[in-house]
Nanobody
Framework: QVQLVESGGGLVQAGGSLRLSCVAS????????MGWYRQAPGNQRELVAL???????NYADSVKGRFTISRDNAKNTVFLQVNSLKPEDTAVYYC?????????WGQGTQVTVSS
């Protein structure tokens, strides 16, 4: 079993920044990838950013240049630095991990951006 625990969400004004964290209960080496998804009310869950075991990354077009995903291998933690936040970034952000083709999800952390 895998547990993912997110933290770092909150209420921020447009243009502000947050740093989201996701701590995994297993070594990062177990995961083909770890990443962040988000879901706004009435919308489908969408990929925001992911980092693969080999450290390559992918970003949604809407966040390129504003969000950065990184990993602290010693702490089995993935971070999402979110800068220049916009009201449309408001959503619940979920940590995700892929282990042997199976998806694992955190409980989510709310990010609210006020205009």
């Amino acid at each position: 079993q895998v547990q993912l625990v997110e933290s770092g969400g909150g209420l921020v004004q447009a243009g502000g920044s947050l740093r989201l964290s996701c701590v995994a209960s297993r070594s990062w080496l177990n995961f083909a990838s770890m990443g962040w998804y988000r879901q706004a009310p009435g919308n489908q869950r969408e990929l925001v950013a992911l980092i693969r075991r080999g450290s390559s990354t992918n970003y949604a077009d809407s966040v390129k240049g504003r969000f950065t995903i990184s990993r602290d291998n010693a702490k089995n933690t993935v971070f999402l630095q979110v800068n220049s936040l916009k009201p449309e970034d408001t959503a619940v952000y979920y940590c995700h991990a892929d282990m042997l083709g199976r998806d694992y999800w955190g409980q989510g952390t709310q990010v609210t951006v006020s205009s």
